[in-house]
């Protein structure tokens, strides 16, 4: 004799369909947050990008690029000292290089730790570390 094969009813055909979609749209859940979490990273990179422009923009102001071997020019420490210190709040928190701080102004790297220094005992939270810079907390 032949095996009848079994019929669903229509609640257990119901329920698979309807587990079936669930585990569809779990794996699409996982797979849209995996993208969100992928577009949150490149916001923020661009939003570092963006800022490090800027401030870029606002230092050429100041002084155009040029050759790095070109002659210092003297720059009172009032203004060494404005710039450096705006170009610390501009980068929010992330580590600023003495070259970076220091080439649009013409001042060297020693410079740089003096004008950081003075703000300190200004009363500025400016904290350094090797090879990374120097950040505004």
């Known amino acids: 004799m032949a095996r009848k094969k079994k019929i669903p009813s ?6 698979l369909i309807v587990e079936r979609i669930y585990d569809d749209l779990g794996a699409e859940n996982r797979r849209l947050r995996e993208q969100l979490t992928s577009l949150g990273r490149k916001v923020v990179g661009l939003e570092r990008k ?3 422009l800027q401030s870029e923009a ?3 102001r100041i002084r155009p690029l040029g050759d790095a ?4 020019k003297r720059v009172s420490p009032v203004k060494a000292q404005k710039t450096i210190l705006v170009r610390l709040k501009r980068a929010r928190g992330n580590f600023v290089t003495s070259k970076e ?7 060297g790297r020693a410079t740089v730790a003096q004008r950081v220094k003075e703000l ?6 400016i904290v350094s570390s090797p ?4 950040a505004l907390v």
């Not at 229509?10 to 329920?15: G, K, L, S």
């Not at 071997?69 to 210092?72: D, G, L, V």
């Not at 701080?101 to 001042?107: E, K, N, R």
């Open 120 to 125: 300190r005992e200004q009363g500025h939270n």
């Open 69 to 72: 071997s070109a002659p210092r």
């Open 10 to 15: 229509i609640d257990d055909a119901i329920a």
């Open 131 to 134: 090879r990374k810079g120097y």
């Open 58 to 60: 606002e230092l050429r």
């Open 101 to 107: 701080l220091g080439s649009p102004l013409g001042i």
């Open 50 to 52: 963006l800022n490090r």
